[in-house]
Structures are given as structure tokens and as C-alpha cells.
């Protein structure tokens, strides 16, 4: 099956760059490029993509706000969107996942990690390369929301879920949080699944900011 990408970013040559790259991997395919958040929106509408590589600063209207509509839409809240930024500068990721995006993406990344960052942010398997979760999450929760409260949804989870939340909100991937919980890794699976589930996550970036609003994991 074939991913089907978008890429937004105000930068022609970026834009151009990343939608060859895309288009050289026999499993996936660019169908667009959006200069604006504004043109972000509707050609994810349009084009109902598997994915968007999405810049947060963009005229018309930031990549943040681009996120939040298309995860909210009905239309379009199955699209997964993968965030572009450049670490050192832009200070916003972790309102992007806040607003629901799925993951992050240096922009100096490696050709053949973007593109399994793309299929991994697809699959909604992951949130990408733990160790680049835990960098950034940890930059990024240093000013957390204020009123942060356990979340009732955890109520009518297991002590073990909570455990596995606890990981996953650490940056731990799935065969790490096996090892940690002495489980199997099809266990392991079994209770993040679990977790989506209860929790209404659509995927484990969800997870991640659930296990930061309900107090298990605390900014380092």
C-alpha cells in the first residue's frame, strides 16, 4: 500500500527537496505542496494524504494552527501530521503535539530517516527515534501547562497500563518497555493498545502528552 504525502513549507526549494525525496521511495508518493497553512488545510482536505510534513512557520497561518484544523476536522482527522522544525530555533513543538501532530522531524535529518520517519508516523506505531522523543520532549516541557491534574480517563486503567504509560511517556519504544516490564513485546503491544483505546489517543504522541498532563512524568 502506498503512503500518500503532503508536504507545507513556505520555502520552494524545501518543498521541492523533500516531495523528490519522497517520490524516489517505491512506497510513497507526494500528492502536493502547500506554501501556507491556509493551502496546508484545503489540499488536505482535497487530497485526504496518509501524511503531512509539516513546517511550523508559515504565512497565512503557522503550521500549529494548520495541525490543529486538520486533526480536529472530521474530514481529516485521519491524517497523520509530521512536524518540520529546526531544534535549536523554533520553540512550539510541543504545542504541535498538544494540537495533535504526530510526531517531529529535524529538518537536517538524514534522507533515509525521513523517510522511515514518515512510515513510522503512518503506521502510528511510534512517535519517532525514542532518543529523539526524549530530547525533545524534555526541551519542550520545561514550561508546562500550568494546572497539570491526573486525567479521569486513567481511572479505568491498570496499575500495568499506567506503568507502560509512564514508559512511553519517557520516550521508550516498544521492545524497551518489554525488556523494562519483563513482558513480551506482543504483551507490550497489547497494553498500549489498550491505552489508545481507553484513553481515546489516536496514536502513542497522544499517549506521550497524556502520561505529562496526568502527572506521571515530570520534566526533567
Do not use: W
Not at 16 to 37: H, K, Y
Not at 95 to 116: C, E, M, N, Q, V
Not at 120 to 131: D, M, N, T
Not at 135 to 154: K, V
Amino acid at each position: 500500500m502506498t503512503i500518500r504525502v503532503l508536504v507545507a513549507d513556505d520555502q520552494a526549494l524545501v518543498r521541492g527537496s523533500f516531495r523528490l525525496l519522497v517520490d524516489s521511495a517505491p512506497d510513497l508518493a507526494s500528492v502536493g505542496e502547500a506554501s501556507t497553512g491556509t493551502e496546508a488545510v484545503e489540499l488536505a482536505e482535497r487530497e485526504q494524504p496518509d501524511v503531512v510534513l509539516m513546517d511550523i512557520r508559515m504565512p497565512d497561518m503557522d503550521g500549529i494552527a494548520a495541525t490543529r484544523t486538520i486533526t480536529a476536522a472530521p474530514s481529516t482527522s485521519a491524517v497523520r501530521v509530521l512536524i518540520l522544525t529546526t531544534f535549536e530555533v523554533d520553540e512550539y513543538v510541543f504545542s504541535a503535539l498538544r494540537a495533535g501532530a504526530s510526531g517531529f522531524l529535524l529538518k537536517d535529518t538524514p534522507p533515509a530517516d525521513l523517510l522511515a520517519a514518515i512510515r513510522v508516523v503512518a503506521g502510528g506505531e511510534a512517535l519517532l527515534a525514542p532518543s529523539v522523543t526524549r530530547r525533545l520532549i524534555e526541551e519542550f516541557t520545561r514550561r508546562p501547562e500550568p494546572a497539570q491534574q491526573p486525567i479521569a480517563a486513567l481511572e479505568c486503567t491498570t496499575d500495568r497500563e499506567r506503568e507502560v504509560l509512564t514508559l512511553i511517556g519517557l520516550g521508550m519504544s516498544n521492545d524497551e518497555i518489554a525488556a523494562h516490564l519483563h513482558l513480551s513485546l506482543s504483551t507490550a503491544k497489547t497494553h498500549i493498545g489498550r491505552l489508545l483505546m481507553k484513553l481515546g489517543a489516536r496514536d502513542r504522541a497522544q499517549l506521550v502528552i497524556a502520561a505529562y498532563n496526568a502527572g506521571l512524568v515530570r520534566p526533567a
